[in-house]
């Protein structure tokens, strides 16, 4: 009998080849596709998420976690779609204009798809045009903007004014080292997120 606890394990110390074969196995069984999910992958990078806000692990134990969490869902990704299982909500992400940096972005992203939401990931230097056009095509309740230099800040705002302007229906997060809340209240962003883990949880606040 595949044991769900020995996956949650598994993602928490990112022991990818477990991951895998407890994943395989536990469909072999006839599992839910869903249980599999819930009580194995989300559970275990639920933890990973606890730890690292606590500073009790840091963040390239939180990218093999992540690992091992992806190549999970790729065995698990096709049975969830057959079994109409629908992702928790719609998130895209990416690093406004004259920003290439991806560290925290695709952290936030790993920790996203970790909790069950679907992410589309925009990759860096992403203009405000791009974020609309983007946010109008593919219908995500949650946009994420992220920065790490003070010189591309305005881009953030630029970006959640050209959203609000073109209608799109989505609630505006944004982070990065140089990011405060009380930076997001002034450019109308709908919240801050100091770490990767705070970021999801805004997420699932900003869904309800």
Known sequence: MADLKVL??????????????VTKAALNEGMEPSEILNDGL????NVVGVRFKANEVYIPEVL?????????????EPKL???????????MIGTVQGDLHDIGKNLVAMMLKGAGFEVVDLGV???????VAMAKENSPQVVGLSALLTT?????????????ESGVPVKTMIGGA???????DKIGAHGYAPDAASAVDLAKTLLN
Do not use: H, W
């Open 42 to 45: 989300i559970a275990g990078m």
């Open 8 to 21: 949650c394990d598994a993602i928490i110390k990112g022991d990818q080849k477990t991951a895998v074969d």
């Open 81 to 91: 779609i057959e079994a109409g299982v629908k992702p928790l909500g719609k998130a």
């Open 178 to 184: 140089p990011v405060t809340q009380a930076y997001a």
């Open 125 to 131: 230097d992403v203009s405000p045009d791009k974020f």
């Open 152 to 164: 591309t800040m305005p881009a953030m705002e630029k970006t959640i004014v050209a959203l609000k």
């Open 64 to 76: 093999i976690a992540a690992r091992a969490m992806k190549m999970a869902m790729e065995i698990l």
